[in-house]
């Protein structure tokens, strides 16, 4: 697990110097008495930003004073900059009440997040980028439903029908492209995992940050998988949002980081190595009719997501089965054909279609699965024989059609077995 870089919240005083070693800790304002906590704590990331940081932080003192109705901070997190960064941010932080100033000894937005998020006192954390790209009015939208205590996270989207988006086609094309093979790779049901608005209750916070091992970019992402797989519930709110041209982000870079992001955390999922059924047991929300009699849970995307593996696979068995038949004759090659294309079949299924992670029970679906794998072969196997028998050598072709159509009809048999007798909830562990 990577550890946060050492944090120190500053008073906003133009002279002091900060210490990298320090011990975490926020400074109390002067007075006699120790002023209330707030009910927002907004984190500003900010690396070598110097030419813009002031602008961005009188703009969101302003919005926030004259239309949000709780208590706030602004948290300006610099992620040693090199420049004047954290010296703007300690001179506006000593004019504007409510901001206050962290310098982190190492760069990663993720780390900064983790920090100020992790030592903040306030009941709901958000962020956003010091671009200020989204248009604040979503602001108000984004952390409500966490106040009201109705979400538990809350991400902007630039990706929902109502948002409204100003950027290049590039920009375009590779953030759809992320969000789709998140999809495809993790399951994913949130829409825009990047967009750099997103707020979470701290309650939340705590229990998900010391679980979330990325610090950069890929952070946003790995909160909102284990987010989502732990059963909380994320709030979507479309936004304004015009692209930075000043932005500096390695594009190439990141996306580099991202897919190895995403390789990481499939890895963590499909092994178990996250505790997905304690963060479920201890956040996650409870089914609205859990004792609704022959409705199974979940069986339209259940239904979708098995379709998607029966084409994977039967597109790979027909490919086995040519490659198989020159070489062994039409029943031995359907047999190896169907038998490998069963065993990765039931370990998609087990992943993908039912939820099921970890290795507890693994070997028994795989014993289960190779019984329901036999009927699939009396099927087509039967289908082969009583072919031959009726008509002869026949050509490929046909031989071919013969199998799809036996695949096609033992495929409704095999997801009733799966879903019934399986994969149901009493046998999955």
Known sequence: MTTAATARTEAPDPAATPDPAATPHR????????????????VVPAYNEEAGLESCLRRLHAHLTAGFPYRFRITVADNASTDGTLAVARRVAAELPAVTVVHLSEKGRGRALRAVWSASDAPVLAYLDVDLSTD????????????????????GTRLARGSRVVRGAKREVLSRGYNLLLRG???????????????????????????????????????????ERSGLRIHEVPVDWVDDPDS???????????????????????????????????????????????VPAGLTRQLVRFAGVGVASTLAYLVLFLLLRPAMGAQPANLVALLLTAVANTAANRRLTFGVTGRAGAGRHQLQGLAVFALGLGLTSGSLALLHALSGPVPLGVELGVLVAANLAGTLLRFLLLRVWVFRPAAVG
Request: negative net charge.
């Open 27 to 42: 400074a109390e304002t002067p007075g006699p008495a120790e002023p209330p906590k707030p009910a927002l704590d907004v």
């Open 136 to 155: 604040l009015a979503a602001l108000a939208p984004l952390v409500a439903p966490l106040l009201s205590g109705h979400s538990d996270l809350a991400i």
């Open 185 to 227: 790779t993790l399951a994913t049901r949130f829409s825009d995992a990047q967009c750099g608005f997103k707020a979470i209750r701290a309650d939340v916070a705590g229990g998900l940050l010391p679980l979330v091992e990325d610090d950069g970019w890929f952070f946003d992402t790995e909160l909102l998988v284990l987010a």
């Open 248 to 294: 500096r982000v390695d594009i190439v870079a990141t996306a580099l980081a991202d897919l190895r992001g995403v390789a990481r955390v499939s890895r963590a999922l499909a092994t178990g190595a996250l505790p997905i059924a304690a963060l479920r047991a201890q956040f996650g929300r409870a089914p609205l009719d859990p004792g609704t009699p022959g």
